[in-house]
């Protein structure tokens, strides 16, 4: 069974742009979640989409922002980028909520912000 | 609020000796804490989860126990070898169902 894929692996925007991350699920898994790592901070949860509907959201701007489709695929996206949104961003899917199941972590993306 | 922290932050360990990493959390209600492992430049991985209704859960050379009580949790690695030089995050999961991590520990075998 393929694992969690995110595209794309690597990043380099600017002040003021937006991005959109995407993340593909393990096949079956309905729930996905988004992390941001940065050095130091471990991760912090971002939010958690299951069934197309946001279940949980961490404590970061309304710049971020998700989605999810009807086929599980997720897509993050940050509006006008600061230089501290740096990061690696990871998502994570797990066949029912987080809560209850173990994560699977994809590889992350690495956005830059010049 | 939601609340984990690790200790130590860093820790190194001659090959062969146990590490052990130490979590607190806020919240008493907590009733589910998984540890990942993320080896450098890879993704972090779930190698072992305990849940309030028990103290203690072995899986080979790592151990996680638990102490309600106190609100701490810790991971116990034995015999320790190079490949378990890695971050190793801890989670608790809040009332919300929300899992918050720690900002990971790296531990470091030395041959």
């Known amino acids: 069974k393929a694992g969690v894929t995110q595209t794309p692996r690597y990043l380099i925007k600017t002040r003021g742009q937006q991005v959109t991350l995407s993340c593909s699920p393990i096949s079956g898994h309905r729930s996905v979640s988004w992390y941001q790592q940065t050095p130091g901070q471990g991760l912090q949860f971002l939010f958690e989409?299951?069934?197309?509907?946001?279940?949980n959201k961490g404590n970061f701007p309304g710049r971020f922002s998700g989605r999810q489709f009807s086929n599980s695929r997720s897509e993050m996206n940050v509006s006008t980028l600061e230089l501290g949104d740096s990061a690696l961003y990871l998502c994570?899917?797990?066949?029912?909520?987080?809560?209850?199941?173990?994560?699977?972590f994809g590889p992350g993306t690495r956005l830059t912000v010049l | 609020g939601e609340n984990v922290e690790q200790h130590p932050s860093t820790l190194s360990v001659q090959e062969g000796d146990s590490a052990v990493i130490k979590c607190t959390y806020s919240?008493?209600?907590?009733?589910?804490f998984p540890w990942y492992k993320q080896e450098l430049g890879k993704r972090p991985q779930l190698i072992i989860d305990i849940r309030s209704n028990v103290g203690e859960k072995k899986d080979q050379r790592i151990a996680v126990t638990l102490n309600k009580t106190a609100k701490h949790f810790s991971l116990h690695i034995t015999e320790t070898q190079p490949e378990d030089s890695a971050v190793y995050f801890c989670?608790?999961?809040?009332?919300?169902?929300?899992?918050?991590f720690g900002k990971g520990n790296q531990v470091v075998v030395i041959p």
């Open positions: 994570a899917s797990s066949i029912g909520l987080a809560a209850y199941n173990e994560q699977f």
């Open positions: 989409y299951f069934s197309e509907t946001q279940r």
């Open positions: 919240d008493s209600a907590s009733n589910y």
């Open positions: 989670a608790a999961l809040y009332g919300n169902n929300r899992l918050a």
